[in-house]
C-alpha cells in the first residue's frame, strides 16, 4: 500500500519580494528514502520550515499525511532534526531524551534505549556540554527516532559525521523506512548518498530541478565518460592522432565519449597493444551529475532573465 | 496538555538550578539577608516592634532590587536562546501549544525563584527565630514577603519572556532586559521622587503619584509590604505614603496580579508571532 506522506503542490515562498522555494511540486509515498539536494540558499530549509507549520506558504499547499502542516495530526506523526540544534549544555543526554518524548506523549524509558541506537549509551549520562559535534548531531537523530514517527525530516543530518558515523547514519534511516516511516533529509552533496536513498530530488534557486533515482539521473543527465590513456613511449600527440582526443602533459590523451560508445573506444585503444602503457575510465561522479542537474536550472533562470 | 506543561517546568527547574548566576543571585540574596538582619534590626531593642518585622522591613526593600533581577535572569533566555540553539524548532514540531511551552516555563522559573527565596528569606527568619527574636507575627510577615516576592518575581519574569520573544538574539535579549530593570527599578524612582519634590502639594502628588506608584509592580509591592507590616512610623520613607493613599493597599496586590496576567498574555501573543 502506498499512501502520499507528504504532497507539495506548486508552492511558492517570498522573502521580501525575492522566490526562495517556486512551483515546487512533489510527492512522497509511505516508507520512501528521499533525499532533497541543494547548495547553501536552494530553499529546503525554508521547505522543512513551511512543511512544519512554521512558515506561511504564500502561494500552492502543502499536506502531510492529509492534514495541513502544524496541525496537531501533521505533529503528531512528523519528527524533526533542524539543520544545528545545541541542546542545553547543563542537561545529560538522558535528560534530553526523556524531555523531548514526554513533549511527544511518548514512553521516555523506551526514549532511552534510542542512545544505544546512535551509539551514545555510554555518554547518555554526561551532560550534553562535554559532547562532540557528532554525538551532539547523533542525539539530534536519537531525538528524531523518538515513537514511531509516519515522516522523519532531516535537515543535513550527516553535516559534521565522521564516515564511520555517516555509514551508521544511512543504516539507520535505513531502518527507519523498514519499520515504516517515510525519510526525507537534505544535503547539499550527492556523494554521500551513494545508492542509500531510493529517490533524488535536486533543487536549485528555489524550484525543483531532478526527482527521480540516482540511475535514471545518471542516465539522463548523458554526461560523457573519460578515459584517460597513457603512453609508453610515443609522444601523446601521436596517439591522440589515432584516437581521436586531447593530449594532456605530454604523455597522456583524454578521450570523452558517450555511453554507448565506450566499449568501441576501449577496443580502438586496446587494439594499438604496445604503444599504450595504462587506460584509466572515469565515470561520470554524482558531483557531476548534481552539478549538472543544478547547473542546468541556473543556465534556464538566465535565459529566462534575459 | 497538563503533562507537557509540567515537562517543560520540571526541565526549566533543572536547568535553573544548574545555573551559575541564578545560583550567584542566591547567594547575593541570603548575604544581604542575614547580613540585614543582623546588622540593621539593633535599633528593634528600643522600639516596640519585634525583630522579624523589622527584618522583614528591610528585606522587602531588599527584594524590590534582588527579585525582579533573579527574575529577568531566568526569562530573557526563555525564547531567544532556544531560538539560537535551534530547540525551539523541536519543541514546536511535537505537539505543543506556544500557551502551554511559555506556562510551562513561568511554572519552572516561578518553583526556582520561590526555592531561592525560601532559602535566602528562610535561613534569615530561622536565624532570628534561633537567637531569640522570634514569634508567630514575625512569621507571618516572613511569610507574606515571600509570597509576594514570587508574584513580584512573576510579573518580571513575564516581562522578561515579552522581551525575549520581541528579539531573536539572546544577547539583545539580555540587554534589554538589563535596561527593563534599570528602568523600573532605579529611574522610575528617581523620576517619581523629581516630580514629587517639583510639585509636592499639587495634582501630582495628589492624584497620579498614587497610580504611578500601583503601576509599576515594584513600586506596588513595596507599598503594600509596608503598609502590611503596620510598621510605618519608623520604616519611614514611602510608607509614609500608605496612610494618604486613596485606596487600600490590598489594591496594590491585585496590581502587581493583573500586571503580571497582562505581561503574561501580551509574551504569549508574541510568541505566537514568532518564527522558530
Same mark, same amino acid.
Given at each position: 500500500?502506498?499512501?502520499?506522506?507528504?504532497?507539495?503542490?506548486?508552492?511558492?515562498?517570498?522573502?521580501?519580494?525575492?522566490?526562495?522555494?517556486?512551483?515546487?511540486?512533489?510527492?512522497?509515498?509511505?516508507?520512501?528514502?528521499?533525499?532533497?539536494?541543494?547548495?547553501?540558499?536552494?530553499?529546503?530549509?525554508?521547505?522543512?520550515?513551511?512543511?512544519?507549520?512554521?512558515?506561511?506558504?504564500?502561494?500552492?499547499?502543502?499536506?502531510?499525511?492529509?492534514?495541513?502542516?502544524?496541525?496537531?495530526?501533521?505533529?503528531?506523526?512528523?519528527?524533526?532534526?533542524?539543520?544545528?540544534?545545541?541542546?542545553?549544555?547543563?542537561?545529560?543526554?538522558? =535528560?534530553?531524551?526523556?524531555?523531548?518524548?514526554?513533549?511527544?506523549?511518548?514512553?521516555?524509558?523506551?526514549?532511552? %534505549?534510542?542512545?544505544?541506537?546512535?551509539?551514545?549509551?555510554?555518554?547518555?549520562?554526561?551532560?550534553?556540554?562535554?559532547?562532540?559535534?557528532?554525538?551532539?548531531?547523533?542525539?539530534?537523530?536519537?531525538?528524531?527516532?523518538?515513537?514511531?514517527?509516519?515522516?522523519?525530516?532531516?535537515?543535513?543530518?550527516?553535516?559534521?559525521?565522521?564516515?564511520? %558515523?555517516?555509514?551508521?547514519?544511512?543504516?539507520?534511516?535505513?531502518?527507519?523506512?523498514?519499520?515504516?516511516?517515510?525519510?526525507?533529509?537534505?544535503?547539499?552533496?550527492?556523494?554521500?548518498?551513494?545508492?542509500?536513498?531510493?529517490?533524488?530530488?535536486?533543487?536549485?534557486?528555489?524550484?525543483?530541478?531532478?526527482?527521480?533515482?540516482?540511475?535514471?539521473?545518471?542516465?539522463?543527465?548523458?554526461?560523457?565518460?573519460?578515459?584517460?590513456?597513457?603512453?609508453?613511449?610515443?609522444?601523446? =600527440?601521436?596517439?591522440?592522432?589515432?584516437?581521436?582526443?586531447?593530449?594532456?602533459?605530454?604523455?597522456?590523451?583524454?578521450?570523452?565519449?558517450?555511453?554507448?560508445?565506450?566499449?568501441?573506444?576501449?577496443?580502438?585503444?586496446?587494439?594499438?597493444?604496445?604503444?599504450?602503457?595504462?587506460?584509466?575510465?572515469?565515470?561520470?561522479?554524482?558531483?557531476?551529475?548534481?552539478?549538472?542537474?543544478?547547473?542546468?536550472?541556473?543556465?534556464?533562470?538566465?535565459?529566462?532573465?534575459? | 496538555?497538563?503533562?507537557?506543561?509540567?515537562?517543560?517546568?520540571?526541565?526549566?527547574?533543572?536547568?535553573? *538550578?544548574?545555573?551559575?548566576?541564578?545560583?550567584?543571585?542566591?547567594?547575593?540574596?541570603?548575604?544581604?539577608?542575614?547580613?540585614?538582619?543582623? *546588622?540593621?534590626?539593633?535599633?528593634?531593642?528600643?522600639?516596640?516592634?519585634?525583630?522579624?518585622?523589622?527584618?522583614?522591613?528591610?528585606?522587602?526593600?531588599?527584594?524590590?532590587?534582588?527579585?525582579?533581577?533573579?527574575?529577568?535572569?531566568?526569562?530573557?533566555?526563555?525564547?531567544?536562546?532556544?531560538?539560537?540553539?535551534?530547540?525551539?524548532?523541536?519543541?514546536?514540531?511535537?505537539?505543543?501549544?506556544?500557551?502551554?511551552?511559555?506556562?510551562?516555563?513561568?511554572?519552572?522559573?516561578?518553583?526556582?525563584?520561590?526555592?531561592?527565596?525560601?532559602?535566602?528569606?528562610?535561613?534569615?527568619?530561622?536565624?532570628?527565630?534561633?537567637?531569640?527574636?522570634?514569634?508567630?507575627?514575625?512569621?507571618?510577615?516572613?511569610?507574606?514577603?515571600?509570597?509576594?516576592?514570587?508574584?513580584?518575581?512573576?510579573?518580571?519574569?513575564?516581562?522578561?519572556?515579552?522581551?525575549?520573544?520581541?528579539?531573536?538574539?539572546?544577547?539583545?535579549?539580555?540587554?534589554?532586559?538589563?535596561?527593563?530593570?534599570?528602568?523600573?527599578?532605579?529611574?522610575?524612582?528617581?523620576?517619581?521622587?523629581?516630580?514629587?519634590?517639583?510639585?509636592?502639594?499639587?495634582?501630582?502628588?495628589?492624584?497620579?503619584f498614587p497610580?504611578?506608584l500601583?503601576?509599576?509592580?515594584?513600586?506596588?509591592?513595596?507599598l503594600?509590604?509596608l503598609a502590611?507590616?503596620?510598621?510605618n512610623?519608623?520604616?519611614?520613607g514611602m510608607a509614609g505614603v500608605a496612610e494618604s493613599l486613596?485606596?487600600?493597599?490590598?489594591?496594590?496586590?491585585?496590581?502587581?496580579?493583573?500586571?503580571?496576567?497582562?505581561?503574561?498574555?501580551?509574551?504569549?501573543?508574541?510568541?505566537?508571532?514568532?518564527?522558530?
Amino acid at each position: 500500500m502506498s499512501t502520499t506522506v507528504l504532497r507539495a503542490e506548486n508552492v511558492r515562498k517570498t522573502f521580501d519580494g525575492r522566490d526562495a522555494v517556486k512551483d515546487l511540486s512533489f510527492e512522497l509515498g509511505s516508507a520512501e528514502r528521499v533525499a532533497l539536494l541543494g547548495h547553501n540558499g536552494a530553499g529546503k530549509t525554508t521547505f522543512f520550515k513551511m512543511s512544519l507549520g512554521f512558515l506561511p506558504i504564500c502561494e500552492g499547499q502543502i499536506e502531510v499525511l492529509g492534514a495541513a502542516p502544524g496541525s496537531d495530526e501533521a505533529r503528531a506523526s512528523t519528527a524533526f532534526l533542524p539543520e544545528s540544534v545545541a541542546f542545553q549544555r547543563t542537561l545529560s543526554g538522558v =535528560e534530553v531524551l526523556k524531555y523531548y518524548a514526554k513533549l511527544k506523549g511518548e514512553d521516555p524509558t523506551k526514549a532511552v %534505549s534510542l542512545l544505544e541506537k546512535v551509539g551514545l549509551a555510554e555518554a547518555g549520562r554526561r551532560r550534553v556540554g562535554t559532547y562532540s559535534k557528532g554525538m551532539r548531531q547523533r542525539l539530534g537523530l536519537a531525538q528524531a527516532l523518538i515513537g514511531t514517527p509516519k515522516l522523519v525530516l532531516l535537515d543535513e543530518p550527516t553535516s559534521g559525521l565522521d564516515p564511520i %558515523s555517516r555509514q551508521n547514519f544511512y543504516d539507520l534511516v535505513s531502518e527507519i523506512s523498514a519499520n515504516g516511516a517515510t525519510v526525507l533529509l537534505s544535503s547539499h552533496a550527492l556523494t554521500e548518498m551513494e545508492a542509500r536513498t531510493d529517490r533524488i530530488l535536486i533543487m536549485s534557486q528555489g524550484r525543483l530541478v531532478a526527482n527521480d533515482t540516482l540511475e535514471h539521473l545518471r542516465a539522463a543527465a548523458r554526461l560523457p565518460i573519460r578515459l584517460k590513456v597513457k603512453a609508453k613511449d610515443e609522444p601523446a =600527440e601521436r596517439l591522440a592522432d589515432r584516437l581521436g582526443g586531447t593530449p594532456v602533459n605530454c604523455r597522456s590523451v583524454e578521450i570523452m565519449c558517450a555511453r554507448e560508445e565506450k566499449i568501441a573506444r576501449i577496443a580502438a585503444v586496446t587494439s594499438l597493444g604496445p604503444m599504450i602503457e595504462d587506460i584509466d575510465v572515469h565515470l561520470p561522479t554524482l558531483d557531476d551529475v548534481y552539478k549538472h542537474f543544478s547547473e542546468k536550472a541556473h543556465d534556464e533562470d538566465r535565459a529566462g532573465e534575459a | 496538555m497538563f503533562q507537557r506543561i509540567l515537562t517543560v517546568a520540571h526541565q526549566e527547574i533543572r536547568i535553573g *538550578l544548574r545555573n551559575r548566576w541564578i545560583l550567584l543571585s542566591v547567594v547575593i540574596l541570603s548575604a544581604f539577608s542575614l547580613a540585614l538582619a543582623l *546588622l540593621g534590626s539593633a535599633p528593634a531593642g528600643t522600639l516596640d516592634v519585634s525583630r522579624m518585622t523589622i527584618t522583614v522591613a528591610s528585606l522587602s526593600s531588599l527584594s524590590v532590587y534582588l527579585v525582579p533581577l533573579i527574575a529577568l535572569l531566568l526569562a530573557f533566555d526563555a525564547v531567544a536562546g532556544e531560538i539560537e540553539r535551534g530547540t525551539l524548532l523541536l519543541i514546536f514540531s511535537s505537539p505543543m501549544t506556544r500557551g502551554e511551552f511559555l506556562l510551562g516555563k513561568a511554572i519552572g522559573h516561578l518553583c526556582v525563584l520561590l526555592l531561592a527565596l525560601t532559602l535566602g528569606y528562610g535561613s534569615t527568619a530561622v536565624l532570628l527565630a534561633a537567637t531569640g527574636g522570634g514569634d508567630t507575627g514575625g512569621f507571618i510577615d516572613f511569610a507574606r514577603l515571600i509570597g509576594t516576592s514570587t508574584l513580584l518575581g512573576l510579573a518580571f519574569l513575564s516581562l522578561g519572556y515579552i522581551v525575549s520573544s520581541l528579539v531573536r538574539q539572546v544577547t539583545t535579549a539580555a540587554a534589554m532586559a538589563i535596561g527593563i530593570w534599570l528602568v523600573l527599578i532605579v529611574l522610575y524612582d528617581l523620576a517619581l521622587l523629581g516630580a514629587l519634590v517639583a510639585d509636592s502639594e499639587g495634582f501630582f502628588a495628589s492624584s497620579v503619584f498614587p497610580f504611578a506608584l500601583l503601576a509599576n509592580p515594584a513600586d506596588a509591592f513595596r507599598l503594600f509590604n509596608l503598609a502590611a507590616l503596620d510598621a510605618n512610623a519608623m520604616v519611614g520613607g514611602m510608607a509614609g505614603v500608605a496612610e494618604s493613599l486613596p485606596f487600600p493597599p490590598v489594591v496594590a496586590l491585585f496590581s502587581i496580579f493583573a500586571f503580571a496576567g497582562l505581561a503574561l498574555s501580551c509574551a504569549v501573543v508574541l510568541l505566537k508571532r514568532v518564527s522558530p
